[in-house]
Structures are given as C-alpha cells and as structure tokens.
C-alpha cells in the first residue's frame, strides 16, 4: 500500500534548496508537473518582491546552466531551470527508492509530501538517508486506504512516531530482528530508556486504535 510522508528538511540537503536560498523575501514552490525529459526539478514557482537580484544570484551559482521566467503572475514568478553535472544526494536518493514529490515549499527548511509505493520505498529512502548523513524530521506519515485516500489519526506525539518510524524501518519489530534498541537510541541521540518508553507507548496507542477500533466495527 502506497504511503505517504510529510517531512522537513535543510535547503543545503538538495541543489534547488541551496540555489534558490539567496533571499529571505522569496518563497519557492515546486510546480506539480511530471517532466517527460527526464529532468529533476525543472520548474518551481517564487513568490516574492525583487525577483531581479532573485534571478541573478540564481544564474550566478555554478551548478545552474540557464534560467528562464516561463509566466509571471502578480507576485509570482514560474522558472524552468537547466541544471548542469551536479545532482544532491536527495535527489538521487529520491530517484532510487521511487518516491513521488507530491508538494516542496520552503525556503529553509523545506516542507516535502512525498508518496512511496509501499514501505519497502519509505525503508530505502531512510536508510540511505542515513548513509548520506542527510537529516530530516518527519512531520506526520500515513497510508492511502485502498480506492480513497485516507488518514490515520492515531494520536501519538512527533517523538513517539519518529522513534516509531525508525524502529520499523530498520527493523526492530522483525523476526528476527534486525535493530536493538540501543541502536534505534542512537539514530535518534537518546537514551535507550527513553527509546524503549516512545516505541512502547507509540505502538501501544496504534495498536489499541487500529485493533480496537476495527473490532468495533466488526460487531457494530
């Protein structure tokens, strides 16, 4: 099943973020588009005021090979970008475990909805995450019921489910397991106590939620 993740991230993490991180005053928004050439971010939208020192700290940076306002509306301003040989590790990242960009906006940080096949995609997007140093903070993560989207509002705190997406993603709940959790303590720079206390708790209100409630329904 498909899931999707909200997250956060630095603008030094990818080429667009760092490029367009030149003024306070401009707000980048990635145009929802699929490029039929294969490009990697070509189009995003600048709301903002001085579009003109805009455009030419964007021109002046290395890695740009040309920059062209395709529409301008009020405030705002929608780019195509050409980048040259460089490609960030997000981007490759992103590309390798199949993940669907949704919506980006930021400046810095960065906002990303990202969709991913399955868990399989949302495992090689946070493990090579790991292995590039390229840190985030998920914000919220869920599923998409079959035939309708859907949200699973299952109550629990940002540190319950970040120890919890870390647990499950290296694989502490599998047979056998592959984490401790003095290991999945250490990908979040906490005791192991408090781990232990955020996946207990954290699983504990999402079994109860999901177990409880579908047994609800069922005699209902």
Same mark, same amino acid.
Request: hydrophobic share 40%; proline share 3%; net charge negative.
């Given at each position: 099943?498909?899931?999707?993740?909200?997250?956060?991230?630095?603008?030094?993490?990818?080429?667009? =973020? /760092?490029?367009?991180?030149?003024?306070?005053?401009?707000?980048?928004?990635?145009?929802?588009?699929? &490029?039929? =050439? =294969?490009?990697?971010?070509?189009?995003?939208?600048?709301?903002?005021?001085?579009?003109?020192?805009?455009?030419?700290?964007? /021109?002046?940076?290395?890695?740009?090979?040309?920059?062209? *306002?395709?529409?301008?509306?009020?405030?705002?301003?929608?780019? /195509?970008?050409?980048?040259?040989?460089?490609?960030?590790?997000?981007?490759?990242?992103?590309?390798?475990?199949?993940?669907?960009?949704?919506?980006?906006?930021?400046?810095? &940080?960065?906002?990303?909805?990202? /969709?991913?096949?399955?868990?399989?995609?949302?495992?090689?997007?946070?493990?090579?995450?790991?292995?590039?140093?390229?840190?985030?903070?998920?914000?919220?993560?869920?599923?998409? *019921?079959?035939?309708? &989207?859907?949200?699973?509002?299952?109550?629990?705190?940002?540190?319950?489910?970040?120890?919890?997406?870390? *647990?499950?993603?290296?694989?502490?709940?599998?047979?056998?397991?592959?984490?401790?959790?003095?290991?999945?303590?250490?990908?979040?720079?906490?005791? &192991?106590?408090?781990?232990?206390?955020?996946?207990?708790?954290?699983?504990?209100?999402?079994?109860?939620?999901?177990?409880?409630?579908?047994?609800? *329904?069922?005699?209902?």
């Amino acid at each position: 099943m498909a899931v999707i993740v909200e997250l956060t991230i630095d603008s030094e993490s990818f080429d667009l =973020g /760092r490029v367009t991180a030149v003024s306070n005053g401009v707000h980048i928004e990635l145009e929802r588009v699929v &490029p039929t =050439g =294969g490009e990697v971010m070509p189009f995003f939208w600048a709301r903002g005021t001085d579009f003109e020192a805009f455009e030419r700290a964007v /021109r002046n940076n290395s890695i740009v090979d040309e920059l062209t *306002a395709v529409a301008r509306v009020e405030n705002r301003v929608l780019y /195509r970008v050409s980048w040259g040989g460089t490609t960030s590790s997000l981007t490759r990242i992103l590309t390798d475990s199949e993940a669907t960009i949704l919506e980006a906006h930021g400046n810095d &940080p960065w906002m990303f909805r990202l /969709r991913f096949n399955d868990h399989t995609g949302l495992t090689e997007f946070h493990n090579r995450c790991q292995e590039e140093n390229l840190e985030f903070h998920v914000e919220r993560i869920y599923t998409l *019921a079959e035939g309708e &989207p859907g949200v699973y509002n299952f109550d629990i705190t940002n540190e319950q489910q970040e120890a919890l997406v870390t *647990a499950v993603s290296e694989g502490y709940f599998e047979v056998p397991r592959q984490t401790t959790l003095s290991e999945v303590a250490e990908r979040l720079g906490i005791s &192991p106590q408090a781990a232990s206390e955020r996946v207990r708790r954290g699983a504990d209100t999402v079994l109860r939620k999901v177990l409880l409630s579908q047994s609800a *329904a069922d005699l209902s």
